[in-house]
């Protein structure tokens, strides 16, 4: 398991904007289910033993205080707008503490922190490196050990864009509650199926209440 300790890095984008793609299957509960799965996400990566500190970049300010109240430290996006611009901001305040930093995708309410130990123990035998999504072309999470260039490349098809830049995938074994990210109603399901944090837990049932009528 991973011995050193990783500053997290996780974008929590305004609630009103994030889950898109689960707009219409959320329908009344979209900003809630939204930040019920950024509460989950962040309590797990606080909870990792290999996990020094977590660095949640935001402007939505009921994120910023629920996850703010969870432990994180919680910093504004910078000028520049976009997901990787977020991630190097945030890296910016965690960077003097001197530990590898790690970027978090804010969507993953089944994360174990056993399983993120494992997977940032597989990111230290690498300067660089990322774990793709479950669909297997996005990516859930990029390391960079200290000292190295924090350089992430998040968004569509990251995975294949990760490896033309010469980053590797981290080896670390079956890591399902890492890997499953929810942007969908299929992939809730498949977290579910996993088992999910709290809140998420009771902001699901009432979408699924809600489609079997």
């Known amino acids: 398991m991973s011995k050193n300790l990783w500053s997290m890095i996780v974008p929590v984008k305004r609630l009103s904007l994030g ?7 959320a329908g009344a ?3 809630e289910l939204a930040l019920a799965i950024a509460t989950d996400t962040v309590g ?3 909870r990792c033993a290999a996990v020094g500190d977590v660095v949640v970049v935001t402007e939505d300010p009921l994120a910023a205080e629920r996850l703010g109240g969870l432990g994180a430290l919680v910093v504004p996006e910078g000028p520049v707008p976009g997901l990787n611009e977020a991630l190097r901001q945030g890296a910016r305040y965690a960077a003097p503490r001197g530990l590898g930093l790690a970027a978090l995708q804010a969507d993953l ?5 056993g399983e993120l130990e494992a997977v940032l123990a597989g990111a230290e035998l690498l300067p660089r490196a990322f774990l793709p999504d479950r669909a297997g072309t996005g990516t859930v999470l990029y390391s960079a050990r200290p000292g190295e ?3 992430p490349a998040f968004g569509g098809a990251s ?3 990760h490896l033309a830049l010469g980053v590797p995938e981290i080896s670390a074994g079956p890591v399902p509650s890492v890997r499953t990210d929810v942007d969908t109603l ?3 399901k ?3 199926e996993l088992g999910v944090g709290p809140h998420t837990a009771a902001v699901a049932e009432k979408i699924l209440a809600a489609h079997t009528r």
Do not use: I
Not at 109 to 113: F, H, K, S
């Open 109 to 113: 309410p089944a994360l174990r922190p």
């Open 186 to 188: 299929a992939d809730l």
């Open 159 to 161: 995975r294949d864009r």
């Open 44 to 46: 797990a990566a606080l």
């Open 190 to 192: 498949a977290a579910l």
């Open 19 to 25: 889950k898109s793609r689960l707009a219409s299957a």
């Open 149 to 151: 260039v924090f350089a």
């Open 29 to 31: 509960y979209r900003g």
